[in-house]
């Protein structure tokens, strides 16, 4: 069933092919900026100035598509829909700090890329773990990593539809066993939908007494962030003692402010990010942020994403990435490959379960063109993953700078729980 906006005829899942192309773009902008962090990071890299060029890249690029006005005279919303964050070792993510309250990176050090951005309020989101420095790596820095690599790897051969949630956090929690790493507790892979980074349906790294998830079954045309987030520790982050940046506004509550600063900063949060994460980094003012930020959490304007870290001396590694559910097979349209890592990390360990090995073993291109055919035919694969998508209806197809439909009533953001990684 297609997802609708509040114009009826508006649809805004991957059955209509404008959508398709605006993932898909707001993709690639997303890997040439995570590509650009990847090779900034190295030794007395600041981590400051790693978030500023991976938010300047998504911003300018983002800038130079679908600038034509719409039937509505008004142009799309566009830009950064998750700020660029680093978080190094223990720490597990949300990392963002300000200038005077940034960290240098050190050779050894794991680091963790996580970043998205948006076209229209279609959501790409990708997350890349490397280790600074050329050293090979070959203790547990190495397992944590390849445990992480291999469950994001199973997870995209088991988003299929027909299959369920429950299947991917069960290949999760295998493969963490067999690399003596566990998933950590909180993590959440998300459905994305138009202005949503966050929708209902989710994947739970591990199911835990306290945090549990209704089972589903995958459905075509759906879109989801595939999150994975491993600990060589027990899997439980803790509030770590550094400022959180990261917010998103709370689209369901409402409170006139009473300074002035306050009142300047949460004007500019609702002009500019009215529905998606942000860093106070991207605030004009500092002052401003600082004030306004403090007020405007006391009275619950805003969600806050806390830098959560595991024990000291444990270390976390993460995969992330978009994937598309389109008739010829899931698409994964963000996430880099191993690379370096390849070569630079040598875990002693490796996949024993059986099921597992085989689910690894299957193609992520189960029904991909024979290669003499796909060379003749060129980009025909996407164009036919479109065209079945959109079924029998009849569409404009416009290109990124092409007019785009009118817009959908903004989504409210549905996951509300503080303490867990939500993008």
Known sequence: ???KGSEAEEITDLSNPDVTTKYRSAGDIVQKALQAVVEACVPDAD???LCGLGDKIMEEETGKLYNKKGKDGKKIEKGIAFPTCVSVNEVLGHFSPMKGESVTLKAGDVAKIDLACHLDGYIAAAGHTIVIGGDT????????????WHAAEAALRLIQPGNTNTQVTEAFGKIA????????????SHQLKKHVIDGNKTIIGVETDEQKVDEFEFEMNDVYCIDVVMSTGEGKGKEAELRHTVYKRNVEANYILKTAKAR????????RFPALPFSLRAIEDEQVARVGVSEAKRHELLEEYPVLKEKEGQTVAQFKYTVLLLPRGPKRITGLPLGSLETQVKSSLEVKDEEMKKVLAT????????????????DKDEKEDIEAAAGERPHIFSGPDGVDHPGARRAAATCRTRTCRHA
């Open 1 to 3: 069933m297609s997802d």
């Open 47 to 49: 981590i400051c100035d």
């Open 137 to 148: 790596v070959d203790d547990r820095r190495a397992d944590v990593i390849m445990a992480a």
């Open 177 to 188: 066993a067999d690399f003596n790493c566990k998933p950590v507790q909180g993590v959440l």
């Open 264 to 271: 300047q900063f949460i004007s500019e949060v609702n002009k």
């Open 363 to 378: 193609s992520t291109n189960p029904k991909k063109v024979k290669k003499k055919k796909a060379a003749q035919d060129g």
